[in-house]
């Protein structure tokens, strides 16, 4: 077990983080890999890819470091509340060169609420894009797990900025980097108005995002796989193959409806969402501490 030395003390996590609590063998590239992105989590400095540890295509690698990633988080006490799904627009993935969305981790302390102001101490290099938010109140468990099953287990959606961000130096990420990275996580706001799927159809949804009143990115739900529902549907397949399923009560990210941006100190974006109203979040301009 290697243990991680916080130096960042605005990082809330203790001093000492362990990589691999388990001892379980592993690949050394690989707890080397999750080493190095730990480091730059708590230290809040940028690093360097990890495609010098592992080939930039090999996605089974890459979810092994970001179990081990998480489990470091984890290991506070921190819980998972859900999961994000990334790279579902065609331009992203060419972009990476894959043919596949990824995913991620959403953790309790990720989580603002519309309008709350977002603190920047956690955040690194980040980048907002909007997207649709599902919260469950069924399992995705068992079963064909295909749209209708996943369509009837979502309580709910609701407007979402996702703020995400990279521990990759200047975002000069592979996909094995974003994957390794928790799929490029940082924070993300949740939208007030609530509307069930019986009231709202998310591949018809229409979206606008401005930062500081300057629209910057606009898009639809087509964009998300084709639909968001086919998101949640791939997400809940994947969680399930990796023996952690979606669950009542999580969380789920569908992916971004248009362009991410760059985030600035003192920024204010917002984004809009036919059906589902606004979302915003606030970037301070110094310390909030």
Request: with cysteine; glycine share 8%.
């Amino acid at each position: 077990m290697i243990m991680i030395v916080a130096d960042n003390p605005k990082v809330a996590m203790s001093s000492n983080i362990p990589i691999n609590p388990g001892s379980a063998p592993v690949d050394p590239n690989i707890e080397a890999a999750a080493e190095r992105l730990t480091k730059a989590f708590l230290s809040g400095q940028p690093c360097a890819p990890i495609i010098d540890l592992i080939k930039a295509d090999d996605v089974d690698s890459a979810y092994q470091i970001q179990t081990l990633f998480n489990t470091a988080r984890q290991w506070q006490g921190t819980k998972v509340v859900g999961r994000k799904i990334g790279a579902t627009s065609e331009v992203v993935q060419v972009q990476l060169g894959v043919d596949q969305p990824d995913f991620g981790v959403l953790f309790e302390d990720m989580q603002y609420a519309d309008g709350d102001t977002v603190s920047m101490e956690r955040l690194l290099q980040p980048k907002a894009e909007a997207e649709i938010a599902f919260v469950l109140d069924r399992d995705l468990a068992d079963g064909d797990l295909d749209v209708e099953q996943c369509r009837a287990a979502v309580a709910y959606a609701t407007a979402a900025l996702e703020i995400v961000d990279s521990r990759i130096m200047d975002w000069d990420i592979s996909f094995a980097d974003t994957v390794a990275d928790n799929a490029s996580s940082g924070v993300y706001v949740l939208g007030s108005i609530r509307k069930s799927l019986a009231e709202f159809v998310p591949v018809e949804a229409q979206m606008t995002m401005t930062i500081d009143d300057e629209l910057v990115s606009a898009g639809d739900g087509a964009a998300c796989l084709g639909d968001p529902l086919h998101a949640l549907t791939w997400l809940a397949r994947r969680a399930r193959e990796f023996g952690e399923p979606l669950r009542a009560g999580q969380v789920v990210l569908s992916g971004a409806l248009g362009p991410m941006r760059p985030v600035k100190p003192g920024s204010v974006v917002t984004a809009h969402i036919t059906g589902l109203g606004s979302v915003t979040a606030r970037f301070p301009t110094m310390s909030t501490d």
